[in-house]
């Protein structure tokens, strides 16, 4: 037997396709994926969510957390606490409890958990004028909670991260790029949420005192604090302080609300 | 916000700057292998385990000798990214293929460089495994055989 040498000019072990294209026809296929999982889980979830009875609810919230009086604090929560009591029961076929929990803390911020619970910070009691302000604040935080809102964009950040981790592995990187991405997506709903939050806190207000003033004189002193352009609000979950005026003035408007001055008071 | 535009642009850059000198190195690599296979044109690299199924003849041998030849190949960021997309939907990762297929020719070069004066290579295998570890991963083939020489 001779050995004969025969050349191969191709190699016949590579592809001949163009690594680039192939690349974008990959990621755009993957993305396809990756949405199309995402809306499903997202409806399935809002199914879900809806039927979630209020006892529900309070009954997984309260088993989350574990709210700490604090002494210091407990008069002024108390009187915060009847002024919840004389709004929710202004709220039409209300069953919820709301419970509010102050928090030593300078920042003025107000939040809201699922179960009824409704943060305040000490910071925002300071700077309050008038007690139809902080109605309309607290009015703010109970449509958030009877709307459903933290829960939903709980459950579709958990859906999310569940998805991203499931394609990606534990690929620490593309797991943070995608989860950002569909950031801000969420961050249009959070302000579709925040606005209708302040519709409802308007009404709730309106009902309650008989006339809706005092309910934006927060957000101007806000607006007056806060040099931030316009634009970096897009970023942000809320919407601007001008802006949010500009929908309860609008509101207001639509509605024939009345507006009368308010008192002055200071809380603690 | 600002976290998802760093990660983004870090992981861009990575991406193509892989892309640029991974072209580039394999390039290079291909053409180095073309150069030295001309070299070795003429040195059978065989699989048989008999020499008389070739029919040459034991007596003839005047020594055996095991040689060896061993190369390991990385891919860049372009390709592994490329790769994991492969890995959500299947199909063939093209990517791969040329960065094994670059090991094995340097493998087998590098053997018949060990065994330059001989007249022929037998009972040659090529064994590949891969390095995966948590950040890198590669290719490493191994290349062995018998290296005879005849009177």
Redesign the interface.
Known sequence: ?K?T?VDIEE?V???D?N??K??FV??F??LL?FASLYIFIGFALEVVLVNLSVEHEENIANFIWDFKEEKSLAESEKKVQKLIDKLSRNIPMNKRHFTVHLISDDNINAAALPGGHILVYSGLLKAIRSENELAFILAHEMGHIVHKDSIKSLSKGMALSAISMF??GN?K??N??FN??I??LQLKFSRDAENNADKFGLHLLNHTYGHSGGATNFFEKLAKDNKMPTFMYY?LTHPSPQSRINNINDEIKFNNFDLKTVKKIIFE | ?L??II??I??VTITLFG?CTG?FLEKRHYNSIKQREKLY??L?V?QVKKLS???IDENDVISSELVTGCAVVAPDS??S??A???N??GG?V??Y??L??RARKEALLRLKKQACSAD?IINTRIETSDLSSADTNGVAVLAYGTAIILK
């Open positions: 037997m050995f040498r190699n072990n590579i592809s396709e690594p680039l192939e690349f990959l990621g296929k993957v994926v394609l990606f690929d990187s593309l943070t790029l950002g991405s950031e801000s970023l | 916000m976290e998802l990660n983004l870090f992981l892309y072209t044109y003429n059978p065989i199924s070739i029919d372009f390709k990214f490329t994991r997309f492969v959500i939907l063939r093209t990517s293929e040329t094994v297929d022929l």
